[in-house]
């Protein structure tokens, strides 16, 4: 099972996502430190690694 939690920023979404994480014992990908760990914010042209 996947489950998506989108809304706008500040919102909760991480907030929501922590909590819900150890009662559902499953993993947790957080998309702004994936990002980070990436070096790709993408949210620009110079984030941009095409």
Do not use: C, H
């Amino acid at each position: 099972m996947k489950i998506l939690v989108m809304e706008l920023p500040g919102s909760g979404k991480t907030y929501l996502s922590e909590r819900l994480q150890p009662m559902l014992e499953s993993a947790w990908f957080n998309a702004d430190k994936v990002r980070s760990m990436a070096g790709d914010w993408g949210f620009s042209e110079e984030g941009d690694l095409d």
